[in-house]
């Protein structure tokens, strides 16, 4: 074995990587954790003039006039500004280049976040039952809330409407009153990037934060020391990058807080407190089902579950009327009955029985479930790379936001509606040999969320990103499709799904299309 | 894992050699809740070294099971999984390279299965191992006790795509891994021996095929995942004699770092994944051929965290051969 010395030397060298690799470095690098400060390719001086959704207009929050510039008051104000930037500690250095990143932008990264964390179901409990996660005793167990996908579509269309809002609010007391910003007022407060022409007064960072703030402690109450800090370092950083003063930081705080209330008003009455529906409900639509001639869904977890937010259907929707939302649902599915349910139900266990390494990573890549952002959280993720690289002031770039979670709320209420009326049975409930590569959403199967969402999302983003239509279109085909690659859809569900997210995108686009921004 | 070597002093035999060692619980300890003793499936556990130019070659087959697992530190049952099994087919080849140098490698093939719920089981080829292990000394002590000290050294690296995002039914965690270990074996001359080491495995970031993850109370925009390096620690006390050889003891895994499962979630690739385990074996030299020989080996894990309470068999032989 003349190989023996050879050996010998691989042997020990094995010894010496094992103990070089040891002090590898393995921190993680998040690609967006450092933006680009945005610089606007224009201030939108007419955002004032956009059409409002809520609010009956611009100026139904009052905002009071600011003293001059030319005042010992301002004047003392662009001292302290001055005087705390030199003051800097790196921690509020640090804070400064991450806000600069946009607000708006920053602000939807921190609510996927929260979204996620939130996103698990309740554990059950001895007895079989599962406990409600409960708005008024929210650090319990279970935490409230869980942020499962209508939960999510719901809670990031309130946060973008509001700060949509509060911005167009923002921008026409901005323009009305025109107190320049403190670096061009005074040529020796530094500034972060360019001063902008953009007037300052109401700071459009503290109408965020405020704005933004009391919308997320009312949909995520659990982390509101996390999301008040948050909103302060906002405002903090408002002032230490040379944007705004005290003054003008403290009227854009009451703004947005404002105008948070009069949203927080529409959405305690949105129909979201009886979502969740309750026993008797869960059985009138499985008796239906059964009226109908048809298998009704089952619950696959042990122990059973009530269906996700059952009546999420009947929950107001922001740019239809219930009798709207019911038109443009899809039609009903096959019928658990028909060769056609047969063939289907045939392709989904033929796929899952020759899936391939790609087709389980779209799977995987698409999962969205329990832990996750969810689906509209994940095209949010994608419309944030976008807006990111569009150079948009903060007031375009929320009214992408508004507009896509608008669409994707809307879309839910009819997805849910649709799921419940029909209540179709999932693959693995008719044919148990069928086994899932993610997990089984709790809830009926037709039409599937995930192609309603992105059919949806594509539509909308297409519009505001025209140029990248056809990559849109992509992925929300790839999106519906893992769903039969986890062996959780049927091959209709996925079409349907996103035909109806379709026809709600163009609805909601037709609303962009009138809203004075273009 | 003991070494069931013959008693001191040991012998130059020319005859094919002894059967003096190999075979652990190794795949059997392996897997654990979807990959959580990963880097122990293929830590070859013993303190024997081969004779230059002895070759042991091993077949193995384990099944391990869980119907409760840690969630965090609470220990719970799930309806939706039941009862996860894992099992393996490993196959393992020990050289003898030099008198104070063994290299050895491992290569399972593992599927895993629930009893109750919806969720597909997974298999494949999991991570091929190599480790090299070096004597560094060897005296005898008060002329009864020989002491045995070893440094070992090895690498671990996954053989197919399999993906480590499917816990607790994942066949592995898809992390290379560089394994540090140091190695002792007592061994006196009325069969009683003794084996321990302590262990430091440091594992690669490792790769999803989603673009983010929720981990440790932050939400990861990122494909990537830090994967907290492993300590491992074992103690065998084992008597041997005639044909007979049984090791039992504990060994525990501490995972440094990484998040709890959090409540009614999944686990996670990096969770904190800690476990300690007693262990019991019972090898048999065939009598007809001295050079096979039969083991049989059992685990349980007593106490864990974001890992399954597992109870394990293997079963598998050991033929050795000189070149």
């Known amino acids: ?518 | 894992m003991p070494h069931c070597a013959p008693l001191l002093p040991r012998r130059r035999a020319k005859r094919a050699a002894v059967p003096r060692h190999l075979v652990r619980l190794a795949t059997a300890l392996a897997i654990t809740l979807g990959g959580a003793r990963v880097l122990s499936a293929q830590t070859l556990e013993d303190a024997e070294m081969l004779q230059r130019r002895e070759v042991h070659a091993s077949v193995t087959y384990a099944s391990e099971g869980w119907s409760e697992y840690w969630e965090g530190t609470l220990r719970r049952s799930n309806g939706n999984v039941g009862e996860v099994t894992t099992q393996s087919v490993g196959l393992r080849v020990g050289v003898g390279v030099g008198q104070r140098l063994t290299v050895i490698g491992s290569l399972p093939y593992v599927w895993t299965e629930a009893s109750q719920g919806v969720l597909h089981g997974m298999s494949g080829r999991q991570d091929l191992t190599l480790l090299a292990k070096y004597r560094v000394a060897n005296p005898l002590i008060a002329g009864r006790v020989r002491l045995k000290l070893l440094a070992v050294g090895g690498l671990s690296t996954p053989t197919s795509d399999y993906t480590p995002d499917f816990l607790p039914l994942s066949i592995g965690s898809h992390s290379k891994s560089a394994i540090t270990r140091l190695a002792t074996h007592l061994q006196d001359r009325t069969g009683w021996f003794f084996d321990g080491y302590a262990e430091r495995v440091w594992r690669s970031n490792v790769t999803l095929d989603r673009a983010s993850y929720f981990s440790d109370g932050h939400y990861y925009e990122t494909n990537e995942v830090a994967m907290p390096d492993v300590a491992m620690y074992r103690g065998t006390l084992g008597w041997q004699r005639g044909a007979w050889c049984i090791p039992v003891g504990v060994s525990a895994q501490r995972t440094l770092g990484g998040a709890d499962i959090r409540r009614q979630d999944m686990p996670f690739v990096s969770n904190r994944m800690n476990a300690t385990t007693a262990h019991a074996e019972v090898m048999y030299f065939l009598p007809r051929t001295s050079n096979l020989r039969l083991d049989l080996g059992a685990a349980h894990t007593i106490t864990g965290r974001n890992v399954g309470r597992s109870t394990a068999f293997m079963t598998g032989f050991t033929y050795a051969f000189h070149l």
């Open chain 1, 1 to 518: 074995m003349p190989s023996m010395k050879g050996a010998r030397i691989v042997a020990l060298a094995m010894l010496g990587i094992a103990v070089l690799v040891s002090s590898c470095d393995k921190s993680i690098v998040e690609p967006n954790a450092s933006l680009p400060p945005v610089e606007a390719a224009s201030v939108d001086a007419n955002a004032g003039s956009w059409k409002m959704i809520v609010l009956s207009g611009p100026d139904q929050v009052v905002v009071p006039d600011p003293t001059p510039v030319t005042g010992a008051a301002y004047q003392a104000e662009l001292q302290a500004v001055k005087t705390a930037q030199a003051n800097m500690t790196d921690a509020q250095r640090a804070a400064v280049r991450y806000w600069t990143g946009a607000g708006v932008l920053r602000w939807n990264e921190i609510e996927r976040e929260l979204v996620a964390r939130y996103n698990l179901p309740p554990a059950p409990r001895a007895d079989g039952s599962y406990p409600l996660p409960d708005a008024e005793n929210p650090f319990s167990d279970p935490v409230f809330p869980f942020s499962n996908p209508p939960y999510a579509a719901r809670a990031y269309s309130y946060v973008s409407v509001a700060q949509y809002e509060a911005l167009k609010a923002a921008w026409y007391w901005k323009f009305r009153f025109n107190r320049l910003s403190p670096a061009r007022n005074d040529p020796a407060v530094a500034t972060a990037v360019a001063a902008s022409a953009l007037p300052s007064y109401p700071s459009e960072d503290a109408v965020l934060s405020g704005v933004t703030a009391e919308m997320l402690k009312l949909l995520f109450p659990a982390s509101l020391e996390e999301i008040t800090r948050k909103a302060a370092e906002e405002r903090e950083a408002a002032i230490l990058s040379g944007r705004a003063t005290a003054s003008d930081v403290a009227a854009g705080l009451a703004l947005g807080k404002s105008i948070a209330a009069l949203v927080i008003n529409r959405a305690r009455a949105d129909g979201m407190s009886t979502a969740p529906g309750n026993p008797a409900m869960w059985k009138s639509l499985s008796d239906a089902a059964a009226a109908r001639g048809e298998t009704p869904w089952q619950s696959q977890e042990t122990p059973a579950r009530a269906p996700l937010l059952m009546n999420f259907g009947t929950v107001k929707a922001w740019t239809m009327t219930a009798a709207q939302v019911t038109a443009l649902e899809p039609g009903a599915p096959p019928s658990t009955s028909s060769q056609q349910m047969k063939d289907e139900l045939a392709t989904v266990k033929n796929t899952i029985d020759n899936l391939t390494r790609d087709q389980l990573a779209i799977a995987l890549k698409w999962n969205d479930g329990a832990g996750t952002a969810t689906p509209p959280g994940h095209w949010n993720a994608i419309a944030s790379d976008y807006v990111r690289d569009a150079r948009m002031s903060e007031v375009r770039a929320a009214r992408v936001y508004a507009m896509l979670n608008m669409a994707m709320h809307d879309v839910a209420v009819g997805c849910w509606d649709t799921k419940m009326k029909f209540f179709n049975p999932r693959p693995a409930q008719l044919d148990p040999s069928i086994k899932t590569m993610i997990g089984l959403p709790n809830f009926p199967a037709f039409p599937s969320g995930h192609s309603t969402f992105s059919g949806a999302a594509a539509t909308t983003l297409s519009y505001f990103f025209p140029q990248a239509r056809a990559s849109f279109d992509a992925m929300a085909d790839e999106a519906g499709i893992s769903r039969l690659y986890g062996g959780i859809h049927y091959p209709s569900d996925i079409r349907e799904g996103k035909a109806h997210g379709t026809r709600i995108g163009e609805w909601v686009l037709n609303v962009a299309r009138a809203d004075g921004a273009n």
